[in-house]
């Protein structure tokens, strides 16, 4: 039970600290003064959206509540799409 919580709470501090990064990488590529930088921090945005998105949609799932997760699955998988064009566009420049 001990290893259980730990590895929880371990989870819980590593998704926070990866959520932080993308949100503060987010602000920095955007508020900066190259323009093009902007389409790489609407990305990152767009990433931590995604997956705020789907840990909250798997959050609700084990809780029961069925509607609201595949409310919040859907919009994750909408998220994603927007997530893989955006860094297509960006990688490749089509």
């Given at each position: 039970m001990k290893e259980n919580h730990q590895g929880k709470k371990l989870r819980k501090i590593v998704m926070g600290l990866i959520?932080?990064?993308l949100f503060i990488?987010?602000?920095?590529f955007l508020f900066d003064s190259?323009?093009?930088n902007d389409y790489i921090g609407w990305g990152f945005l767009?990433?931590?959206?995604?997956?705020?998105?789907?840990?909250?949609?798997?959050?609700n799932i084990a809780d029961g509540q069925k509607?609201?997760?595949m409310?919040?699955?859907g919009l994750s998988l909408i998220a994603g799409i927007a997530v893989a064009a955006t860094w297509i566009t960006y990688f490749f420049g089509i």
């Open positions: 959520n932080a990064a990488g987010a602000i920095q190259d323009p093009f767009l990433t931590f959206w995604f997956i705020r998105l789907l840990l909250t949609g798997l959050k509607n609201l997760a409310l919040n699955i």
